[in-house]
């Protein structure tokens, strides 16, 4: 089974409107990274958050770690519509860099 | 900078005949990931190397899949005989040592009829 689980599957909101995805996983783990993948295209990632930290910021993006409920979220302000496109949680854990993916959430962002 | 580049983009061949997929990582990079996606089962990992030593390819389907690394900065995927369940889009991912973020090709999109 998937090790990061993404909720909610799809997302529609307005431009300008923040946007929620949270992410949920069942081991310990390394670290935590988010992707986004825009139709037609491969992942690009996002942000990186260590087992040991909480919050990462990146430009309108803010990552949060939860690592005793093993939950993260990905807030994306004042979304745009470019913004539009499927985000994957990914996991590591272990001695080795293989990273586990979610099955994604499809974001809609109406201009 | 050139980012990793996959080839063919798409591919459309008959079953039973061999595909190969080439992937070109980004220099310097020391590890690379095959992944297959299909909307049934998401993105599956199929095998991962680190400086040309193939480390985990618990996710390689079966004997009719095999992938090598004939220089640091270039791989394939080599199905044979290929399958109409192998249609998918295959992409190929590196990064520069362990836990550190993957850069990923825009994928091959195979077809087999």
């Known amino acids: 089974s998937q090790q990061g689980e993404e909720d909610p599957q799809a997302l529609s909101i307005q431009e300008g409107e923040n946007a929620t995805m949270n992410c949920s996983y069942k081991t310990s783990i390394n670290n935590l990274q988010w992707y986004r993948q825009n139709s037609g295209r491969g992942l690009v990632h996002l942000i990186l958050i260590r087992s040991n930290e909480r919050e990462k910021h990146s430009g309108r993006l803010r990552v949060t770690l939860d690592t005793s409920k093993k939950s993260s979220s990905l807030l994306i302000t004042a979304s745009r519509a470019a913004d539009t496109a499927s985000y994957f949680c990914a996991t590591d854990a272990g001695a080795n860099s293989k990273l586990t993916f979610g099955k994604g959430i499809t974001l809609s962002v109406r201009p | 900078d050139a980012g990793v580049i996959q080839s063919p983009r798409h591919e459309v061949t008959e079953m039973g005949q061999e595909v190969t997929l080439r992937c070109k990582l980004i220099s310097g990079h020391n590890s690379l990931f095959w992944y297959r996606q299909t909307m049934m089962r998401g993105l599956e990992l199929l095998i991962y190397?680190?400086?040309?030593?193939?480390?985990?390819d618990s996710g390689m389907p079966e004997d009719r899949f095999s992938a090598k690394m004939p220089n640091a900065s270039f791989s394939t995927l080599k199905i044979q005989p290929s399958e109409p369940r192998d249609s998918a889009v295959y992409f190929c991912?590196?990064?520069?040592?362990?836990?550190?973020?993957?850069?990923f090709g825009d994928g091959t999109r195979l077809s087999i009829l």
């Open positions: 991912a590196s990064s520069f040592g362990n836990f550190q973020p993957q850069h």
């Open positions: 190397f680190n400086n040309n030593v193939p480390i985990d």
